[in-house]
């Protein structure tokens, strides 16, 4: 019934001939092979952000119902699509076989200026499967596409301006001058490697190498929020760690309370801006979106997290380096449960030798 109601819904609010956008009409990537032949052909090797599928149409200003024909029989891909300086995201659901395609709606949206507008697909994570020992792992290419299917539509948008969001209207969260709304995650413990100086907080110390990673934390919890906040490094070589915890909880783990679990955008020298599990599956979630050029650890960097929902997009320096879209809110993930969408903001200085991360200028802004 609740199908029947939708698709009533989505035929009175048709203003328009729906437009096809056929794999065969598409350009794609050198990388990547056209198989099939005429509205039968779909697109093969697609497996990174670098590579794109891109589509030319004339398009009245308005919003059209985007869907795609495809075929990816793993959970946890995704993709963006981008029109007309405009953007969605969308996880798509698995089908039975890579041989069976299915139409899935994508989203709505907004196609502000119209004309010949230029329609790009972009991957940012893979498809999750077991990998030799047995583990889950996002190791899976991006779906083989067959189609895009436009259809103008009256129905709101949910797409949003590309690039970094424009307005910010965000709060302090650290008044650079005492530990106001902060405490430590072990308590007195935890406060003992953090200080502040020079209206920063600082974790660790230059002259000390630490037995366990330490994290201060804000006394309540965020949930969905935009962080905005600059950091700088300062360590003798490249094994500096650190990182910013989100929708993090204190670890329940007995003689591990020092730690903390849950996403964090991490400080490190071999991945910037990358998006890790901490705690949780060890491992790093999405793909590198881009890097930022001529990035200096030891120079103040701007950070930007921004969580909607299940998507968490990370910026260094102007360039998105992370665009995530959690696949376990709602499904468990094996050994873990399902993934919490709410949690403490946490500043951390990792284990190992002694560096100092420097953290400033740190304002939030939640979203509603």
Not at 140 to 148: G, I, N, T
Not at 167 to 173: K, N, P, V
Not at 259 to 288: C, H, N, T
């Amino acid at each position: 019934l609740c199908e029947e109601l939708i698709k009533a819904n989505d035929e009175k609010a048709r203003t328009g001939d729906t437009i096809l956008l056929p794999a065969y009409k598409a350009r794609i990537s050198p990388e990547m092979t056209m198989q099939g032949k005429g509205t039968e052909a779909s697109i093969h090797g697609w497996n990174h952000p670098s590579q794109s599928i891109s589509w030319s149409a004339s398009l009245l200003p308005g919003h059209y119902q985007v869907l795609m024909r495809y075929a990816q029989p793993h959970a946890g891909s995704a993709m963006t699509l981008e029109a007309d300086g405009q953007e969605l995201a969308a996880l798509f659901k698995p089908t039975f076989t890579w041989f069976d395609y299915t139409t899935e709606k994508i989203g709505i949206i907004n196609i502000p200026q119209g004309g010949n507008v230029t329609i790009t697909l972009r991957g940012i994570q893979k498809g999750i499967k077991r990998n030799k020992e047995g583990k889950l792992k996002a190791d899976e290419a991006f779906p083989d596409v067959q189609s895009l299917i436009l259809v103008p539509t009256s129905l709101p948008t949910t797409s949003e301006a590309t690039g970094i969001p424009a307005h910010f209207e965000g709060t302090r969260l650290f008044n650079g001058k005492d530990f106001e709304g902060w405490e430590g995650n072990d308590g007195e413990y935890s406060m003992a490697h953090f200080r502040i100086e020079k209206r920063a907080i600082v974790g660790g110390n230059i002259n000390k190498d630490l037995e366990h990673n330490q994290f201060i934390r804000t006394t309540r919890k965020y949930k969905n929020f935009e962080l905005r906040l600059k950091y700088k490094v300062k360590a003798s070589d490249e094994s500096y760690n650190g990182g910013i915890q989100f929708r993090s909880v204190p670890c329940t783990i007995p003689g591990r309370s020092f730690e903390m679990v849950g996403y964090q955008a991490d400080i490190i020298s071999w991945k910037q801006g990358a998006l890790y599990d901490e705690q949780r599956r060890w491992d790093f979630l999405g793909m590198p979106t881009g890097v930022p050029q001529n990035y200096k650890a030891d120079q103040w960097n701007d950070l930007i997290i921004r969580c909607e929902g299940s998507r968490i997009r990370i910026w260094l320096n102007g360039v998105k380096t992370t665009d995530y879209i959690e696949p376990y809110i709602d499904e468990p993930f094996e050994g873990i449960g399902t993934i919490n969408q709410e949690g403490h903001i946490a500043l951390q200085i990792h284990e190992g030798k002694a560096c100092e991360v420097w953290y400033k200028d740190i304002e939030i802004e939640e979203i509603k």
